[in-house]
């Protein structure tokens, strides 16, 4: 199974926000969305970083409510890992496992063309293996 395939039954939809935005609202626009981040895109529509709920926790632990009022720009990780839509679901489950990130852009010719999180990945590979379940159960019952 492959990340094409997620996006394929997931959709393509990629929240971003502007890299002036604040703190606050990135917060609110995680909040609104339901998601645990949203990527930053440049003037040219390429990634310049992620804003996750985790980034913006450790924000407040550092610098508390003030850091609201900061640019995401401030906050956000720098350094995105990203993915295509031909890598095996089990290879961007590895890295993101060995990272600890849960959320991974996906780019075709340098444009960000998705985005996957560790549990749409988990969604999928517990569907894949209900798949191999059954048609091992209809093996056998047919042999």
């Known amino acids: 199974m492959t990340v094409g395939l ?24 995680l909040a609104d969305r339901r998601i645990g981040a ?10 310049v970083g992620i804003i996750s ?31 295509n839509e031909n890598e095996p679901v089990c290879n961007i489950m590895e890295r993101m496992t060995a990272g600890k990130f849960r959320h991974l852009p996906v780019i075709d010719q340098g444009r960000v063309v998705g985005i996957v999180s560790i549990g ?13 379940s059954t048609a091992m159960r209809d093996y056998i019952q047919t042999a």
């Not at 949203?38 to 990634?47: C, E, T, V, Y």
């Not at 980034?55 to 720009?73: F, H, K, N, T, W």
């Not at 749409?120 to 191999?132: I, N, T």
């Open 53 to 83: 709920e985790r980034d913006i926790v450790r924000a407040l632990a550092a610098r508390g409510a003030a850091a609201l009022d900061e640019p995401v720009s401030r906050t956000m990780t720098r350094n995105v890992e990203t993915c």
């Open 6 to 29: 997620i996006l394929a039954e997931k959709g393509r939809d990629v929240v971003v926000t502007e890299l002036g935005a604040t703190l606050a609202e990135a917060a609110k626009l």
């Open 38 to 47: 949203a990527l930053i895109l440049g003037a040219d529509r390429r990634i």
């Open 120 to 132: 749409d990945a988990v969604k999928h590979r517990l569907q894949e293996m209900e798949r191999e």
